[in-house]
């Protein structure tokens, strides 16, 4: 029962985080909390008209628009918790006069948004797509559930140690942003593994990142394209990034209300 009433007390302080967070990023005026499905879509729609127009209709063997779609939802997800969670501690510092409210629990709410804003948008793109005849559902769902939910996993570490760096250095808040631009090339995005020429393709699958994409792409298209991943790798990766952030975010809030 202890455990019980400690989950119910933990679910509620992050929901109300959550709406906390949302109201105080996108105001309640408008359509107010449904930008946070609408950065990520805006995003992704101007990129596949993007390529639309700059590339043929197929690319490596695979329609463009459910090429890019998978590939840049994964990644937004990625810069969108990572940069996120910059300045998060700080931003939230008054919070932690309530004894009940952890850095755990601002980071964890931070992230939630995001993923859950991330998420919704990729249904909708991905539903139009459909409609568009452009892809179909995926043929192995528990393939795709597993890369989105890897990709996230991944994101949460990484946003745990980058927000953590940003407690004690203020000049994380200028690497970050160019940091995620430099990811780029790496995160899998815009290519495949089996793109990659042999000797090449094991060197590449040690950064965590790609391994979710590919994850997600091999459920989308099934046959017609080749994938290569190692989720628990991956995975591993996702821990340990988010034991380092928790270790150093430990004293986050001592440093942030001497600051």
């Known amino acids: 029962m202890a455990f019980a009433a400690a989950v119910k ?21 408008g359509i107010g909390f449904l930008w946070v499905i609408g950065e990520p879509l805006m995003f992704c729609v101007g990129v596949l008209i993007m390529w639309g127009f700059i590339k043929p209709e197929y690319e490596h063997g695979v329609r463009v628009g459910p090429f890019v779609m998978t590939g840049y939802m994964c990644l937004l997800i990625l810069r969108h918790m990572v940069t996120g969670s910059i300045g998060a501690v700080q931003a939230n510092v008054g919070l932690f006069h309530h004894r009940q409210v952890s850095v755990n629990h601002v980071m964890f709410a931070r992230n939630l948004s995001e993923f859950m804003g991330g998420s919704l948008a990729f249904v909708i793109v991905y539903a139009a797509l459909i409609i568009l005849g452009e892809c179909e559902l995926p043929w192995n769902w528990m393939l795709f559930y597993g890369g989105w939910f890897l990709n996230a996993w991944v994101a949460f570490g990484l946003s745990y140690l980058f927000a953590a760096l940003s407690v004690r250095f203020e000049i994380m808040e200028r690497i970050v942003p160019v940091a995620t631009y430099a990811m780029i090339p790496a995160s899998g995005c815009f290519t495949m593994a089996s793109l990659i020429p042999d000797k090449y393709r094991e060197g590449y699958l040690l950064i965590p990142m790609p391994h979710g994409v590919e994850m997600v792409r091999g459920a989308v298209f099934g046959e ?25 975010l430990s004293d986050a809030k001592d440093r942030v209300l001497i600051d």
């Open 224 to 248: 017609f394209v080749h994938v290569y991943y190692h989720p628990w790798y991956a995975f591993a990766w996702g821990a340990v990034l988010l034991f380092s952030g928790i270790v150093l």
């Open 9 to 29: 007390k933990h679910t509620t302080l992050i929901s109300a985080l959550v709406m906390r967070e949302v109201t105080t990023r996108f105001g309640r005026e």
